[in-house]
């Protein structure tokens, strides 16, 4: 056991580096044999699972884990730091690109067929990146795997449709372009006014000069950059074209990770570099957020209701629930906060489950537009149920994931005595029926003359496994909310907001 | 007036790297070629560049590079406290920073190759123009449904 026991002192470190070492080595396995990508990066995806798996288990077990880079001490080494919040994110992160990467084998080949080798070289780069991003404690590290995951998924992106992905990269290349160049900007400026990188080491040296004008504006420019990064509605603009047009594996990666994480930094950063009393009370920057939000909630949902196409109108629905992420981070209680976290979760779910589905139905029928859905129930039974349940998670029907973070997220909105946005929330959910239900009348009740001449016929396996996959986390979620509730979100939630310390 | 000149004349680094950023953004959003596009990115990054540089500076500073270092340890330490430094990490995160910026820069050239062989020009109107005409509403369906009739 010694060989286990030399690993386990540096697993937070191995999370990054080992799917970096693995995304280069992509393509001297491709050259032998471009079959055994598929199984390097399913090894290497498993091998993270684990590894993130067994850093939450500590952190929930015997509290934050902090990693010194080289043996160099904080404040003038990098540290990685690993607590409920990034380890949480973390295992999403590694379990949905595990299921994605199970799915792609199928999808790439037919898609991408000559591009099978970049395509998993870069897959596992962006995971580096997406991990890194979570895992530092250190913030221009942050901004060095902020880019390294917007340049892959620039480059995913591009394989995409034939000139359309290209036109969509490029548009996401100048806003992510941007929205980078805010957050370093804003970390000049925090560097300038502290002398310190480090986010724990910023954390207490900031709240003396909060009255400082330099300080106001790094949180302005982070504020701008993230809501880029993440969609949030008025500059959400290269959303839809990059979701619509990535391969479809690449689709569901994107759109089941890239903006979850920008939200998680968006929390890292109000809550663990500012202050809780900096952005709620001394700038009233989460109340900003929530108004935002709501604004996103509503637009979103109405802008989906008038899409033809399956995956542009799941990417407006993306831009909506992103909206549910931020309203609860900027509702600043305690269950809100909650109701706001655990979508993060929910939404990876729910939204990488319906962007398999589409994925799936594109590789059988080569169809995307939604009114030619009908009588797919009957050809496709196990993958219309997928997109079923799914799609009533999005709505927020009782017993699915949905359900539970809506009401945690109108139970905040209650208690901070917004009345306004429980009324947004239930807006927001009948629009989620009005386009989720006209696909499920076109796939279930509708006539099948555009799909006739294909015979009844079911997704191959390896896309079907992750798929039931990710709808029975749907529903085990939704009946079991209370295993992420009570072990993860709800010290966290305590922690961030400062009422409590972490375990 | 003379004021202004002295507010602009003390801190004259942030104006022009000011400057320089908005040059950069204007030319992002309102340019309509796509190389001056990423022009204009590249010079909204060297702003940032150069602010962080003109962070590092201090008045009478030298390079960091540690003199008389090699004389022994006594030596050394009463050396490094006589001489005054320019502060050294900002000039190597801004070495990173170069290093990234070049790859946006290089991805973004790769796209605009793609984007030129497939649409045969760089302007954003000829572009959506093109995609316009070719796709209705932008949508899958519409090509497929336009390849049918053809």
């Not at chain 1, 002398?195 to 701008?224: C, E, R, T, W």
Request: charged share 10%; with cysteine; aromatic share 12%.
């Amino acid at each position: 056991m010694t060989g286990f026991d030399l690993i386990t002192d540096h697993l937070p470190v191995l999370t990054v580096v080992i799917p970096l070492i693995a995304g280069f080595l992509t393509p001297m396995i491709g050259w032998i044999d471009r079959k055994l990508c598929w199984y390097w990066v399913m090894l290497t995806m498993f091998a993270v699972l684990l590894m993130t798996s067994s850093n939450l288990y500590t952190v929930i077990t015997s509290g934050t884990i902090h990693y010194h880079l080289g043996g160099w001490t904080p404040p003038i080494g990098i540290e990685y730091v690993i607590d409920l919040l990034n380890g949480f994110v973390c295992l999403i992160i590694a379990f949905i690109g595990l299921m994605v990467g199970i799915y792609s084998i199928e999808s790439i080949k037919k898609e991408l067929p000559n591009k099978i080798i970049p395509f998993y070289s870069i897959f596992l780069l962006l995971i580096t990146g997406l991990m890194g991003m979570t895992i530092t404690g250190d913030i221009f590290n942050f901004y060095v795997f902020l880019e390294i995951s917007s340049l892959t998924a620039y480059a995913l992106i591009a394989m995409g449709d034939r000139g359309d992905g290209v036109v969509a990269s490029f548009n996401y290349l100048i806003m992510g372009t941007v929205a980078a160049s805010f957050i370093l900007l804003g970390i000049g400026y925090l560097y300038a006014v502290t002398g310190s990188l480090n986010i724990a080491d910023m954390q207490g040296l900031l709240p003396s000069i909060y009255d400082n004008k330099v300080v106001l504006a790094a949180l302005a420019f982070f504020m701008v950059g993230f809501s880029i990064k993440v969609g949030l509605f008025p500059l959400h603009a290269w959303l839809p074209d990059a979701y619509t047009h990535a391969p479809s594996a690449a689709s569901a990666l994107i759109a089941g990770l890239m903006t979850k994480v920008g939200a998680y930094a968006m929390i890292r950063f109000m809550f663990s570099v500012f202050t809780p009393e900096f952005v709620i009370d001394i700038t009233r920057m989460a109340e900003i957020l929530t108004w935002a939000a709501a604004l996103a909630i509503i637009v979103g949902s109405v802008l989906a209701i008038a899409q033809s196409d399956i995956k542009r109108m799941l990417a407006y629905s993306s831009i909506s629930q992103i909206g549910y992420i931020l309203l609860g981070v900027g509702l600043a209680n305690v269950i809100g906060m909650q109701g706001g976290l655990l979508h993060i979760l929910n939404h990876s779910l729910m939204k990488c489950a319906l962007f398999l589905v589409a994925g799936a139905i594109f590789y059988k029928t080569g169809i995307r537009n939604l009114h030619q859905f009908q009588g797919l129930g009957k050809k496709m039974p196990v993958t219309t149920t997928v997109f079923l349940i799914a799609g009533l998670s999005m709505i927020g029907v009782p017993g699915t994931v949905g359900f539970t973070s809506k009401w945690y997220l109108a139970l905040g909105s209650i208690n901070a005595g917004q009345w306004i946005f429980v009324i947004v929330i239930l807006i927001s959910s009948l629009l989620n029926i009005v386009y989720f239900w006209r696909v499920f009348d076109n796939i279930w009740f509708g006539h099948p003359h555009e799909v006739e001449h294909i015979k009844r016929d079911e997704a191959p396996l390896s896309m079907l496994i992750p798929m039931v996959i990710l709808a029975v986390l749907c529903i085990f979620f939704g009946l079991f909310a209370y295993y992420p509730l009570h072990y993860v979100l709800e010290p966290l939630s305590n922690a961030l907001l400062g009422i409590g310390v972490l375990p | 007036m003379s004021g202004i000149i002295e507010i602009i004349s003390a801190e004259f680094n942030y104006w022009i790297y000011v400057t320089l950023m908005m040059i950069g953004f204007y030319a992002m959003i309102a340019k309509k070629n796509l190389v001056k596009k990423v022009i204009g990115a590249n010079i909204f990054q060297t702003a940032i560049f150069l602010f962080y540089i003109s962070l590092a500076e201090v008045k009478g500073g030298t390079a960091p590079i540690l003199l008389h270092g090699h004389d022994g340890a006594d030596v050394a330490h009463e050396a490094v406290n006589e001489v005054i430094y320019v502060n050294p990490l900002p000039h190597v995160l801004i070495l990173t920073a170069i290093v990234v910026a070049v790859s946006t820069t290089a991805v973004a050239l790769a796209l605009i190759i793609k984007i030129y062989q497939e649409y045969g020009s760089l302007e954003e109107d000829v572009i959506l123009a093109y995609r316009r005409q070719l796709q209705p509403e932008f949508s899958e369906y519409a090509r497929q449904k336009q390849e049918g009739e053809q």
